[in-house]
């Protein structure tokens, strides 16, 4: 091999070194990026559960004050009714 080819190869081989460390650096950086949106997709995921938590939260006690009214509605029926029934038995007693 000549001079002239050595430095050809030198040359070549330099240029392949430079693409490659393009290429690792191009990696590197979506690699940085896929990370970051990794963790705002946790952090997503994470505030999601605190939300779902806090809704299964409010349901749950929706739910028990809606099973307490009804209970009271029942008793104010029934009082009603008893309350309906004195009074017809009282106008019927005249």
Known sequence: MSIADDDNEYVRLKLKLAQARAATDTLRLKARQLLTQRDV??????????????????????????????AQIKIAQEEKNQLLKKIEESNNCR
């Open 41 to 70: 997709l946790r952090e997503d995921t994470v505030k999601d559960q605190v939300e779902g938590e806090e809704q299964q939260r409010i349901i749950q006690q929706t739910q028990e004050a809606n099973e307490k009214l009804r």
